[in-house]
T-cell receptor, first 115, second 108 residues
Framework: NAGVTQTPKFQVLKTGQSMTLQCAQDMNHEYMSWYRQDPGMGLRLIHYSVGAGITDQGEVPNGYNVSRSTTEDFPLRLLSAAPSQTSVYFC??????????????FGNGTRLTVT | DAKTTQPTSMDCAEGRAANLPCNHSTISGNEYVYWYRQIHSQGPQYIIHGLKNNETNEMASLIITEDRKSSTLILPHATLRDTAVYYCIVRTGNQFYFGTGTSLTVIP
């Protein structure tokens, strides 16, 4: 199993550009989520999904869109990038949803710079 | 409000036990506590989790107080490779809340 795969590893955008960060998992996990990590800080939840067709907002959802058309994929879209979105983005998945104790499995991150 | 609070940094001598504390005073009865670590800017690595009882696995032990308001992660014999940022996390429903973590430095 590859686990959680994120692409690209690095990306530079100009202000106002759009892009999609890709996340795929091959563990048949129901739960998937996106986090951002700013320098010296912990991870903050952007959006999450408990299954195909179901998404919800986390702590910092503004400026980001998600969709979940398949169990395996959970892309994160930046519609109009801003310098404040410069960060490292992590995707994570888990076997269970509400009531489950299954831990999160993380990808290796996408480092995004917006100039 | 932060769900968890941890000391910013700690040192530990190589070969000694590292005890990393975490306060989660607002935790509810059905919310799990998880511990992860992050080395450099890699994806966080799962260590252990628990609800009420103390837990042990091949990496670490987790001690949760009886009132569940705090916990301690114990690395029994710290090595240089354990130098990392350690995060204590509370799961509320489908949201995992990370604190700012403890930067652990293992000293030779």
């Amino acid at each position: 199993n590859a686990g959680v795969t994120q692409t690209p590893k690095f990306q530079v955008l100009k202000t106002g550009q759009s892009m999609t960060l890709q996340c795929a998992q091959d563990m048949n996990h129901e739960y998937m989520s996106w986090y951002r990590q700013d320098p010296g800080m912990g991870l903050r939840l952007i959006h999450y999904s408990v299954g195909a067709g179901i998404t919800d907002q986390g702590e910092v959802p503004n400026g980001y869109n998600v969709s979940r058309s398949t169990t395996e994929d959970f892309p994160l879209r930046l519609l109009s990038a801003a310098p404040s979105q410069t960060s490292v983005y992590f995707c994570a998945s888990s076997r269970g949803t509400t009531g489950s104790s299954s831990p999160l499995h993380f990808g290796n991150g996408t480092r995004l710079t917006v100039t | 409000d932060a769900k968890t609070t941890q000391p910013t940094s700690m040192d530990c001598a190589e070969g000694r036990a590292a005890n990393l504390p975490c306060n989660h005073s607002t935790i509810s009865g059905n919310e799990y506590v998880y511990w992860y670590r992050q080395i450099h800017s890699q994806g966080p690595q799962y260590i252990i989790h628990g609800l009420k009882n103390n837990e042990t696995n091949e990496m670490a032990s987790l001690i949760i107080t009886e009132d569940r308001k705090s916990s301690t992660l114990i690395l029994p014999h710290a090595t240089l490779r354990d130098t990392a940022v350690y995060y204590c996390i509370v799961r509320t429903g489908n949201q995992f809340y990370f604190g700012t973590g403890t930067s652990l430095t293992v000293i030779p």
